[in-house]
Antibody, heavy 115, light 110 residues
Framework: EVELVESGGGLVQPGGSLRLSCAASGFGFSGHWMSWVRQAPGKGLEWLANIKQDGSATNYMGSVKGRFTISRDNTKKSLYLQMNNLRAEDTAVYFC????????WGQGTLVTVSS | HAGLTQPPSVSKGLRQTATLACTGDSNNVGDQGAAWLQQHQGHPPKLLFYLNGSRPSGISERFSPSRSGNTAFLTITALQPEDEASYYCSPWDKKLNAWLFGGGTKLTVL
């Protein structure tokens, strides 16, 4: 069974940093593009970034480009999101998602940016 | 995403048919169509249809995708109470090199 488990969320002050992790199991992790998607409280879905199977290519949503970095470690079957210079508007549940087409989702981890 | 439009809400009666629209442009919906996802309150989204229109296993045949020009559609027949949820379309935008999400449509089954 495909399982994606996010961790690393929490409360952080504006301007701070967090690193989210996602542990994958139940499928060939190295064979899939992966994405991070977030959802602010009461709002819709927002795609943030994706990364190719071998990590050689990444794409980012405009508003996080330069602040967020997606990476992966196929030996550990793990996906990461390094988030720097966090802002209040980054407050959201962050989901780790298997591609193509967002076919499996984790339960999400909540990131709250507040002083 | 400002360029991807879904109606915020749709209400239909039990056993009726709902057709949800998602309008983009030639760089996204008009190019390859859109994936469709369903999200019940308090749960992660669930994929209903891949970008290529194929259905994951376990998805009811009451759901079907279609496209006309720059607009993608999700049709749900014989509406059931469990279909009450938010529905999101998601195309790949070849100009932005980014996945987009529509704002979502909240479907109410009366």
């Amino acid at each position: 069974e495909v399982e994606l488990v996010e961790s690393g969320g929490g409360l952080v002050q504006p301007g701070g940093s967090l690193r989210l992790s996602c542990a994958a199991s139940g499928f060939g992790f190295s064979g899939h593009w992966m994405s991070w998607v977030r959802q602010a409280p009461g709002k819709g879905l927002e795609w943030l970034a994706n990364i190719k199977q071998d990590g050689s290519a990444t794409n980012y949503m405009g508003s996080v480009k330069g602040r967020f970095t997606i990476s992966r470690d196929n030996t550990k079957k793990s996906l990461y999101l390094q988030m720097n210079n966090l802002r209040a508007e980054d407050t959201a549940v962050y989901f780790c998602v298997r591609m193509p087409s967002f076919d499996h989702w984790g339960q999400g981890t909540l990131v709250t940016v507040s002083s | 995403h400002a360029g991807l439009t879904q109606p915020p809400s749709v209400s239909k009666g039990l056993r009726q048919t709902a057709t949800l629209a998602c309008t983009g442009d030639s760089n996204n919906v008009g190019d390859q169509g859109a994936a469709w996802l369903q999200q019940h309150q308090g749960h992660p989204p669930k994929l209903l249809f891949y970008l290529n229109g194929s259905r994951p296993s376990g998805i009811s045949e009451r759901f079907s995708p279609s496209r006309s020009g720059n607009t993608a559609f999700l049709t749900i027949t014989a509406l059931q109470p469990e279909d009450e949820a938010s529905y999101y379309c998601s195309p790949w935008d070849k100009k932005l090199n980014a996945w987009l999400f529509g704002g979502g449509t909240k479907l109410t089954v009366l």
